[in-house]
Each structure stands twice: as C-alpha cells, then as structure tokens.
C-alpha cells in the first residue's frame, strides 16, 4: 500500500470510530434499590423500622400521611447527545410497616407497573395588580411615611 492510500484508510477509520461513539448513549443510575440478598435478610412480622435501616439503610422516601411505607427508588436514564432524557428501567421496592412498626410485608415494582401521569403548568392567578420590572425596583424609593420625617 502506498502511504497515501495508508492516511486515507486510517482518516476513514478514525472519522467512523468518531460517528460510532458519538451515537452512543450517556447512561445514567439515579437512586438506590438494594440487592435481592440484601431484600431476602428482611423478615416480614419479624423485622421493624431500625432492622430494616440496618439491613437496607435509609429509604428514598417514605409514606406522606402515616409513615408505614418506605420506598426506594432507582431509575435508569438513557440520554442521547440532542433527544431529551429516556427512562429505560425503574425498580421501586415498597417496605410496608404495620401500625406497630413491624415490616408487614415487601413489594418490588417495575417500570411495566408504572403508568403516565401528565402533570399541568398551569398556576393560579394572585389577586392585585401585575407590576412591571421598574415599578418593582423604584416603587419604594419615594414611598415616604409623614411620621418618619418628624423625628
């Protein structure tokens, strides 16, 4: 081979290496979900909120109202270099504790388990008037009390 022919060669491997790798995409773990022998050690009717944290450390969260669940959470997102960011798998382990605070019982869902929920942008209105970016600088530069100017 000429040496020519050897660059061209070597440009061309080098320019679709560069294609390959730029199609790749940036995977990303957010949260955490325990191993399958960590969740095994947990003990339903047996085990309370200090065992479980033990076993399986802190949730990503927990129930809003009566903290008798905890939830961990983790989501794997796939993002390409110009799309918006894609769930690919989610796994939430719900530990569900009874009045006592004894584990009552351990349930993992998948990404399959979930649905969509569309949430809305829509704000409410607050009484009043809009004020305008001056109005809110300037509006209290003369803003002068009478009784402050008699001390």
């Known amino acids: 081979m000429r040496p020519t022919s050897l660059r061209r060669a070597l440009l061309g491997l080098t320019i679709v290496g560069a294609l390959a790798s730029a199609c790749a995409p940036t995977v990303r773990v957010h949260g955490y979900v325990p191993s399958e022998a960590d969740i095994a050690t947990v003990r339903p009717g047996v085990d309370n909120y200090e065992s479980v944290e033990k ?68 704000t409410t209105e607050t009484g009043g008037r809009s004020m305008g970016v001056l109005e809110q600088l300037f509006g209290n530069v003369l803003n002068i009390d009478a009784e402050q100017l008699n001390q």
Do not use: C, M
Not at 73 to 101: C, K, M, Q, W
């Open 55 to 122: 076993a399986l450390g802190r949730p990503s969260s927990s129930g809003l109202l009566q903290d008798r669940s905890w939830y961990y959470v983790e989501s794997i997102v796939e993002n390409y270099t110009y799309h918006a960011p894609r769930v690919v798998d989610r796994t939430v382990l719900a530990v569900n504790f009874n009045e006592n605070g004894v584990v009552s019982g351990l349930t993992k869902y998948g990404l399959e388990d979930g649905r969509i929920v569309n949430l809305t942008a829509r």
